[in-house]
C-alpha cells in the first residue's frame, strides 16, 4: 500500500545492469497456510558490467528471520533493510546468502507470490511476485538455476509440483511428506512456480518429433477431471504446432498446467509449471461455450509456446514486456487460425483480433493511460499488462511477417534463437534478427515500439483513364503525445483492386517484384506517398488495408455504392467484413445525432437489402456471416464522436437492431432453422460458427418478439444439449424485455456447484439493457457472490462498468458512486484487480459537461482515499492529470 503521496516513477532510461549476478537458487518451504517458512540458499557473484559493490535484494510483505553471508550471521547493522528494499553495501565478489523468512499465505488476498486458494497453496510470480516469498533480485535479467524442496502434510497436500524434474520424494514425520524439484534451465524468478494441493490429474506420454517421450499433465481439484479432455490435446496440438511451424521442441521431460480458481491473469507460463486460471483449463458440452473453447485453445498455446518466446529467451527489463507478450499472441494467433486450417477460418480469427483492437486498444491509445509497446516509464508494472502490450505488440509482429513474408519470419525467429537462448534481451534485439536474417533496413521500424498512439493513414486515389493509370496517395498522421512530437511510422499498407464485376485485377506497379498479383503490400515510410498501378483499364474499387496488415485507422471517402460493392464481393474477407461496418457506422452515427436532436429515426432500404442479401448468402462461412452482421458496438461508435451520449448511442443502435430484425424476421427465422447443429456437440469451426449464426439470428427474433418467438427461445433454452445454445437463450430472453426469472433461478439451481458458470449467470444479467446500478447492487447480495474471487469480481462489476454503457453512465451519476465504492474496497484486497477496474473511467473527459462532472467527483473520491495502493493511485492520477 502507497504509504505517501509520491510513489516513485521507473524510467526505462534509468536502467542499469543488476550489481549481482546469480547462479543458483536453492528454495526450502515448510508449507503452513498461517506460517510458512522459505529458506533460501542463493549464490552470487559480481557482475563486471556493473560498477556497483551492493546487493540489493527486494521483499514484501516478509518477516526476516535470519541472513547469513559465506556462512556468518549478519546482524542489523551490517545490512540495510529500508521498506520494501534489503541491501548489503560492498559486498564481497562471490556471496552466498543464506536467507529465511516467514510468510502468511492465507492472509494474501493479492494473489501475487504465495497463497491459499480453496485450501490449497499456489504462487503468481510476474510480475513482481516472488519478491512476496524471499528477499531475492526480483528482476528478469537476474537467471539461474533452481533446485526446490517442497514439504508439507501429505493428508492436506498430496501433491507437490514445482518448475522442472521431479528428482526425489519421500516421507517425513509427523504425517509430512517431501519433493525435490530441480530445473535444469536458467530462469528469472519471475517464472518460480510451485503448487501443494489436493489434486487429480489427467495424464499421457506423448512422443516428440525427435522420438522423444514426454510426460504431460493437467492438474485440477477433483470433481473436474471430466473438464481436462480439450486443454489436454490443445497442449498436444500447441507442441506439434510448435515443432512444425518454428522447429521448437519442448525441452523438459515433463510438462505441467494446473488449474486455479482464484486467479488475477488468465494463465502463467512458469517453466515446465504453467498455472492456470480454471476458466482457460475445464470444458466440457454441458458447462463450456464455443467461445470458452475457442479462449482453452489460444491460452494453453500462448503458455506452452512461452517456453521459447518468453522463457528460453526472457526480457532484459520490464520496459520490454512485449518482446515476450507480443510475439506470444501473435504466435497464438496464428496457431488458432492454422487449428481451424481454412481460408474463411483465417479470415474470422482476424475479424475478432481487429475487434479487439478497435474495442479496446485504439481507445487505451487514445486515453490517459496511453503508452508506446515498449513503454518509457511506470509506476506499477502490473499496470502495464494492456492490450497496447499483448494485442497491438501482436500486431508489430504481424507487420514483420507481412513485410519479410512467412518464410522470412521464420529466417528471422531461427537468427533471434540462434543468438539469444538463454539470455535477457530488448524488443531491438528482436527487431535486428528480423532486419538480419532478411537483409532488411528496419531502423525506422523501430518507431512502432517507442511512438504511443494510433497512426491515421489519409487515402486519396487518381484514375488517369487515357493512361490507364490508378494513383493511391497515403499520408499518415498520429497525434503528438504530451512529451513527444511523432515521426513517420514504417506502415505495410495491403492493396488489391476491385472490377466492375468485382473481380481483383492484377496489379502492376514500378517495382518488379509486385507484377500481377491481387494483393500487394505497399510500404509507407514518409508523411506522404503515391504509388503508381498501370494498365489499369476501368476505375477501381479500392480495397485497402487488406486482413489489416497494420493497426492504424484508415480514413478514405468511400461512397455507399462503393462500400456496398466491397462488400458484396471484396476477395478479402476482412475488407469485405470492413466494408459492411463502415456502412452501418455512418448510419448510426446519423441516428445518434437524430436522437440527440430528437428528430424522427429512419433506416433506408438499400442498406437492409445489403444485411439481408449477406444473411442468405449460403455460399459464405457463416462464422463470416454472423461477424459481419454484428453492428459496431455502443463503444466503437462513442470513439468515433467528439462528445459522447451513450443513451443516444444506445437508443440509436436499438433502433438499427429493432428495424433489421423486423425488416429481415422471414430471413432470420430461416437461418436460425437452418443452421442447427443435431447430433453429438463439437466445438469445431463449422459447428461453432452454425450455432453463432443461429443465435444471432434468435437474438434479433426476440429485439420486439411475439408469443411464437419467446416460445422458440424457451424450447432452445429447456432443451439445449450444450452451454452455448442454453446460454444464448437465456440472455436472448434477458434481452427481449420478457420476464427471464423463471428461467434465470432454473439455470442458477442447475449450475450453481459450477463457478464459471454462475460467473455466466452473473455476467450475462450484468451486461443487459434493463440492469441498472440498484440491480447490481442487489445481485452483490447474492450468497453466491464474493469481491475476492477476481473472476467473480469481473463477472459482475466489470461487466455492468465495460459492458453496460448504457446503464453505467446513468444521467445521475449514481454508477460512478458505485464504481468508485469497489475500487476503494477491490483495492484493499486485491490492488490489481481495483486497478482493472479503475481503467473503465479513463476517456471520462469525452462526455457531456454532466456526466463530466459526475466522473470527476467519482475520480477524486477514489484519489483522496488514504491508503489506495501505488496500482489504482497510477490510473486515477492520470486520468484526472490536467483536470480543471
Known amino acids: 500500500m502507497r504509504t505517501d503521496s ?6 526505462r532510461k534509468d536502467y542499469l545492469p543488476p550489481s549481482y549476478l546469480v547462479d543458483t537458487v536453492e528454495l526450502g518451504f515448510d508449507l503452513d497456510p498461517a506460517r510458512t517458512i522459505v529458506a533460501n540458499r542463493v549464490t552470487l557473484r559480481h557482475n563486471p558490467l556493473s560498477k556497483s559493490r551492493d546487493i540489493v535484494l527486494h521483499g514484501e510483505e516478509l518477516e526476516l528471520v535470519q541472513l547469513r553471508m559465506n556462512g556468518k550471521p549478519l546482524q542489523a547493522g551490517q545490512y540495510e533493510l529500508n521498506g520494501n528494499t534489503l541491501t548489503i553495501r560492498k559486498a564481497p565478489l562471490a556471496v552466498v546468502l543464506e536467507i529465511e523468512t516467514l510468510t502468511a499465505p492465507a492472509k494474501n488476498t493479492t494473489l501475487s507470490g504465495l497463497y491459499v486458494s480453496n ?15 524471499t528477499y531475492f533480485p526480483d528482476r528478469p535479467d537476474v537467471m539461474a538455476k533452481y533446485t526446490v524442496m517442497l514439504r508439507a502434510d501429505k493428508a492436506l497436500y498430496p501433491v507437490l509440483l514445482s518448475n522442472g524434474n521431479l528428482v526425489e520424494q519421500g516421507e517425513l514425520d509427523d504425517g509430512r511428506h517431501y519433493a525435490k524439484w530441480e530445473d535444469p534451465f536458467k530462469k528469472p524468478s519471475y517464472l518460480f512456480a510451485l503448487v501443494a494441493a489436493r489434486l487429480v490429474c489427467q495424464e499421457e506420454r506423448y512422443t516428440l518429433q525427435s522420438g522423444r517421450e ?4 493437467v492438474w485440477v481439484e477433483e470433481g473436474n477431471l471430466d473438464k481436462t479432455d480439450y486443454a489436454m490435446q490443445s497442449l498436444k496440438n500447441s507442441i506439434r504446432w510448435d515443432e512444425e511451424r518454428f522447429g521448437l521442441e519442448l525441452d523438459l521431460d515433463r510438462f505441467m498446467i494446473v488449474a486455479v480458481g482464484d486467479f488475477n491473469m488468465g494463465a502463467m507460463e512458469n517453466k515446465g509449471l504453467n498455472i492456470f486460471n480454471t476458466k482457460f483449463v475445464l470444458a466440457n458440452p454441458r458447462v463450456a461455450t464455443d467461445v470458452d473453447y475457442a479462449g482453452i485453445e489460444a491460452v494453453v498455446g500462448h503458455e506452452y509456446f512461452h517456453n521459447w518466446t518468453g522463457n528460453r529467451v526472457t526480457c532484459r527489463d520490464w520496459f520490454q514486456l512485449s518482446l515476450k507478450e507480443g510475439l506470444t499472441v501473435f504466435r497464438d494467433q496464428e496457431f488458432s487460425a492454422d487449428m481451424i486450417g481454412t481460408d474463411s477460418g483465417r479470415a474470422v480469427t482476424r475479424i475478432d483480433q481487429v475487434r479487439t483492437l478497435r474495442q479496446a486498444q485504439f481507445p487505451e491509445d487514445a486515453g490517459p493511460m496511453a503508452h508506446p509497446v515498449r513503454p518509457d516509464s511506470f509506476v506499477e508494472i502490473n499496470n502495464f499488462y494492456t492490450v497496447t502490450i499483448y494485442e497491438k505488440g501482436a500486431e508489430v509482429v504481424r507487420m514483420y511477417q507481412t513485410l519479410v513474408g512467412r518464410d522470412g519470419f521464420r529466417k528471422g525467429m531461427d537468427l533471434y534463437f540462434a543468438r539469444h537462448d538463454g539470455q535477457a534481451v530488448e524488443c531491438d534485439d528482436f527487431r535486428a534478427a528480423m532486419a538480419d536474417a532478411n537483409g532488411r533496413d528496419l531502423s525506422q521500424f523501430e518507431r512502432w515500439y517507442s511512438q504511443a498512439g494510433t497512426p491515421v493513414v489519409r487515402a486519396e486515389t487518381r484514375y488517369d483513364a487515357a493512361a490507364k493509370t490508378f494513383d493511391i496517395t497515403l499520408r499518415q498522421h498520429c497525434a503528438a503525445s504530451a512529451d513527444q512530437q511523432q515521426l513517420p511510422f514504417h506502415i505495410p499498407v495491403a492493396v488489391g483492386l476491385l472490377g466492375a464485376d468485382g473481380r481483383d485485377l492484377p496489379l502492376k506497379t514500378d517495382a518488379q517484384d509486385r507484377q500481377g498479383h491481387a494483393t500487394v503490400v505497399l510500404e509507407l515510410r514518409r508523411e506522404e506517398q503515391t504509388f503508381r498501378f498501370h494498365d489499369i483499364a476501368e476505375r477501381p474499387t479500392p480495397s485497402i ?16 455504392a462503393e462500400l456496398l460493392h466491397l462488400f458484396s464481393h471484396d ?3 476482412v475488407n469485405r467484413w470492413e466494408a459492411g461496418q463502415r456502412l452501418a457506422m455512418a448510419r448510426l452515427l446519423k441516428l445518434t445525432a437524430a436522437v440527440a436532436a430528437g428528430a424522427p429515426l429512419t433506416l433506408d432500404d438499400t442498406f437492409i437489402a445489403a444485411q439481408r442479401a449477406l444473411l442468405v448468402d449460403d455460399s459464405l462461412d457463416p462464422a463470416f456471416r454472423e461477424l459481419a452482421l454484428i453492428l459496431p458496438s455502443e463503444t466503437i461508435i462513442a470513439e468515433r464522436m467528439a462528445v459522447v451520449e451513450p443513451q443516444a448511442i444506445h437508443t440509436a443502435r436499438q433502433f438499427m437492431r429493432r428495424t433489421l430484425a423486423a425488416a429481415l424476421k422471414p430471413e432470420l427465422l430461416a437461418q436460425y432453422h437452418a443452421n442447427q447443429t443435431p447430433g453429438a456437440y463439437s466445438p469445431d469451426a463449422l459447428s461453432a460458427g452454425k450455432r453463432a449464426l443461429k443465435n444471432l439470428a434468435l437474438a434479433y427474433l426476440l429485439i420486439a418478439p411475439r408469443e411464437a418467438e419467446l416460445a422458440l427461445a424457451r424450447r432452445q433454452f429447456a432443451e439445449a444439449g450444450n452451454m452455448t445454445d442454453r446460454a444464448a437463450a437465456l440472455v436472448a430472453l434477458i434481452h427481449s424485455g420478457s420476464d427471464a426469472g423463471a428461467h434465470l433461478h432454473s439455470f442458477y439451481q442447475d449450475f450453481e456447484q459450477e463457478a464459471l458458470v454462475v460467473d455466466k449467470w452473473f455476467a450475462m444479467q450484468a451486461a443487459a439493457p434493463g440492469t441498472d446500478v440498484a440491480a447490481v447492487r442487489q445481485l452483490m447480495e447474492h450468497p453466491a457472490f464474493t469481491l475476492k474471487n477476481p473472476n467473480r469480481a469481473r463477472s459482475l462489476i466489470f461487466n455492468f462498468t465495460n459492458g453496460n454503457p448504457s446503464q453505467f453512465h446513468a444521467a445521475d ?3 460512478y458512486e458505485f464504481w468508485a465504492e469497489h475500487v476503494i474496497k477491490l483495492d484493499a484486497l486485491n490492488p490489481q484487480v481495483a486497478a482493472r477496474l479503475a481503467r473503465s473511467m479513463d476517456r471520462w473527459r ?6 463530466q462532472a459526475h466522473m470527476q467527483r467519482a475520480l477524486e473520491r477514489v484519489a483522496a482515499h488514504a491508503r489506495l495502493s501505488n496500482d489504482v493511485l497510477e490510473v486515477v492520477s492520470k486520468a484526472l492529470a490536467g483536470a480543471q
Open 571 to 573: 476477395s478479402d474477407p
Open 813 to 815: 451519476g449514481s454508477a
Open 545 to 560: 488495408l487488406r486482413d489489416f496488415s497494420a493497426p492504424v485507422v484508415l480514413e478514405y471517402d468511400y461512397s455507399d
Open 6 to 11: 509520491s510513489p516513485q516513477t521507473i524510467f
Open 119 to 133: 485450501g490449497n497453496f499456489f504462487t503468481q510470480c510476474e510480475a513482481e511476485g516472488f519478491r512476496r516469498i
Open 214 to 217: 514426454v510426460l504431460l499433465q
Open 846 to 851: 469525452r462526455y457531456t459537461p454532466a456526466l
